[in-house]
């Protein structure tokens, strides 16, 4: 069985196990993407879409983000005075293995629901923490820090004591801040 794919504005006639290289998708390597464009399913009876197969869809895994070819664009003007220009540039791909060949009972919601359940720790975690850039002297690199070091609200900064602050390896913490959180932490 074979089906015809369309991603990145070209069209791919893939088989499970075929290695492509797609223009760059949003994924990791490792990941598991579906292609829901599915323009023609090829094998015992063929199924042509109008423009697309209803419930049909292609399951890949992603091997790799790569660069392709380098292409070079070179300009020269003729006659005196002329000028020469060289331009390179190499595209960006994802490298992905078929694995599957869905006919029908393809779920048009499942690449939003992993989207979801990424973004919804991240969620939680901003949904009990306070904004560690009121502080002075904080910034969001330096509030992503003390958020990998655990410290999230500004209770736990104004908990701190010297030596708690000297355990601290992400960032250094200063004493001044600490000050700062027992205020904010006040209300």
Known sequence: MFAVLKTGGKQYKVQAG???RVEKLAAD????IQFDEVLMLGGDAPVVG????????VKAEVIEQIK???LIHFVKRRRKHSSKRTKG???KLTLVR???ILASGATKAAPKAAAKAKAAP???AAAGSDDLTALTGVGPAAAKKLAEAGLTTFAQIAALS?????GIEAIKVKPEWVEQAKELAKG
Do not use: S, Y
């Open 18 to 20: 075929d290695v492509l």
């Open 29 to 32: 390597a490792g990941d598991t």
């Open 50 to 57: 109008a423009p697309l197969v209803d419930g049909a869809a």
């Open 68 to 70: 392709g070819e380098k």
């Open 89 to 91: 540039h190499r595209q």
């Open 98 to 100: 078929i694995t599957e």
């Open 122 to 124: 991240a969620a939680e």
């Open 162 to 166: 010297e030596d708690d602050i000297a």
